[in-house]
C-alpha cells in the first residue's frame, strides 16, 4: 500500500487501483498483462482545475468508478446528487495480505439513512479483475444505489452486453437547452434492439458503436433479461485494443445504465471537453428519476425490477461487482459472450476466445 492526505494505493501482481479518499472515486485502475499496461478508466480533464463553491464534490473530482446512494437525484434525506457516498470522505479501515492477493476496507464518513456504508477491494496475482464489494451495515429505509463506472473511449469502440428486457431513455433529456447542450436520442422511448435507437429527429443510431454521434450527452437503462446468473457488460477500445468488463449478479444490480457523455454539455465545468466517455453503470434504481420515485411503486417495481435497497437496524446489504481490465488479441472488435468455466472468465467474439484467471464465486456470493 502507499497512501498520502488524499489517496490510498494498493496493488497485487499485475494489478493496483487508487482510490480517492476524498469523494471514494477510483482514481486509477491499472492492469499490467501480456507486456501490456491498460488502464482505460475515465478521469475529468477538470480535476486540477478551481471550481465555483457550488460545484458537487463528485463533479470537481470525476473519476474512474464510485459509489452512488441514492443515485442521481436526492430528493428525500438532504444529501447531494449521488449521496454523500460519491461526495465526500472515506477512511481507510484495514490493507491487509490475503492468500494470493491483497484486500483493502475503507469506511464513509457519513452514513446513508443511518447506514454504515463499507467499500472492500479484492486484488488477487494475476488476476485482471477488481472484486468489490459494498455493505450496508444497519441504517433505516430504503435508498436507491449504484456503481458510476466510466470508461474513457477517445477513438471510439464496441458495446456489447448480457441479454436485457428493453431499453428506455427517461422522461426527459440529458440537454434539453440547445444553449446548454445537446440530446440526440428520442425521450422518452422504449425499445428492444440496442442498434436501432430512436432519434429526436425522427431516425435511428447504433448505440452499440460508440459515440454514435457528434457532440451529445445521452443516457440508456437496460434491465436484465431473467434466467441469467451472471450479467456482464464489455466496452472494447478499437484503437487500444483492450477491453473493460462489468460483471454482475443481477440480484445485486437489476440494470445497466449507459451514460454517454460526448461533448453534449456546454457550460462550466463541461465546456463540450468531456468527450469519448462512457458510464458503464450498475445500477438499483428507477432511470434517473431520483431517490424517492425509486423507494415508491414504479413502472419497473411492478414489473419485479428492484429499484431500491432496504435498510434495516441489525441488516447488512452486500452488493457486488467485478471489473475486468485487459488487452484483447489482434482483429478483435466485439465481444459475443462472456462464460465463467471454473476458475477462468472465457470471452467470446466472432473470431476466437480467450480466457483469464478469475475468481467465480466472488461476484455469485458463493
Known sequence: MAADE??????????????????????????????????PLHRAPWLEEAHAADTPAHLQRLSGDFLCAPFGLSDVDGSPAHGWPANSAWKPVEIRTIDGGRQACFELE?????ARVV????????????????????GDGAVSAGLHMM???????????????????????????????????????????LKKAPLADGGTANLSCYPFDRNHEDCVMMPEAPGRELAWGAALRHREADLVLSLKRPEDFPSTLLWMSNGGRYYSPWNSRHRGVLGLEEVR?????????????????????PTSISLTPSGEIDLRQAIGIMPVP?????VTEVEARGD?????????????????AFVLHR
Open 344 to 360: 477462468r472468465l472465457a470471452v467470446l467474439s466472432d473470431i476466437g476466445e480467450f480466457g483469464v484467471p478469475y475468481d467465480p
Open 151 to 193: 470508461v474513457s473511449l477517445p477513438q471510439g469502440g464496441h458495446l456489447s452486453f448480457s441479454p436485457k428486457r428493453f431499453v428506455e431513455t427517461p422522461a426527459d433529456p440529458q440537454e434539453a437547452d440547445p444553449l446548454k447542450g445537446h440530446s440526440a436520442l428520442a425521450y422518452p422511448a422504449r425499445f428492444s434492439d
Open 119 to 138: 467499500k472492500e477491494f479484492t486484488l488477487r496475482d494475476d488476476h485482471p479483475f477488481l472484486y468489490q464489494r459494498h455493505l450496508f451495515q444497519g
Open 330 to 334: 489482434a482483429g478483435w472488435d466485439r
Open 6 to 39: 488524499e489517496f490510498v494505493t494498493v496493488e497485487a501482481r499485475g494489478i493496483r487501483v487508487t482510490l480517492d479518499l476524498a469523494v471514494g472515486h477510483i482514481r486509477e485502475l491499472t492492469v499490467e498483462r501480456d507486456g501490456r499496461q491498460v488502464a
Open 285 to 305: 434504481t428507477y432511470l434517473l428519476a431520483g431517490h424517492k420515485a425509486s423507494i415508491e411503486p414504479n413502472d419497473y417495481s411492478e414489473q419485479g425490477i
Open 110 to 114: 457519513k452514513r446513508v439513512m443511518g
